[in-house]
């Protein structure tokens, strides 16, 4: 019952992208298993990719990693909005899997600490990895 509860109740997302480790992916999986949540898994890559192009589309300029010959300044831009589109799609499951699996309402949006980041002693603000 308390299983089942909770596989109601408790809704879980792992949003990854190319540069994701499936380690990561796993472990993310293996906790959800563990707590009985409703889980997804989904790749970000398109949306991050559509507005890298609407960047483009008005600046004329692409952003690059720097392993890819860009500077730190776009390195970390290009972090950054991985990190602001996972909590954009956080709010928009919210808001939405209760009417994808057939029930009414809403959902409070809970989100963890990067793994990385913790470690590393910082945060990004507005963050929903």
């Not at 190319?18 to 970000?44: E, M, P, V």
């Not at 950054?80 to 959902?107: H, T």
Request: aromatic share 10%.
């Amino acid at each position: 019952l308390a299983n089942e509860l909770t596989y109601q109740v408790l809704h879980t997302v792992y949003m990854g992208t190319s540069n994701s480790s499936t380690n990561t992916q796993d472990r993310a999986k293996r906790l959800a298993g563990t707590i009985h949540s409703y889980h997804h898994s989904f790749a970000i890559d398109d949306i991050v990719s559509a507005v890298l192009r609407v960047f483009t589309a008005f600046t004329g300029k692409t952003p690059q990693y720097t392993t890819q010959g860009g500077t730190m300044t776009e390195d970390l831009a290009l972090q950054n909005i991985q990190a602001r589109l996972r909590m954009v799609m956080s709010y928009l499951c919210a808001q939405l899997f209760p009417w994808v699996r057939g029930n009414k309402g809403f959902l409070l949006v809970l989100s963890c600490g990067n793994v990385d980041e913790a470690l590393r002693g910082y945060m990004t603000k507005y963050d929903c990895s």
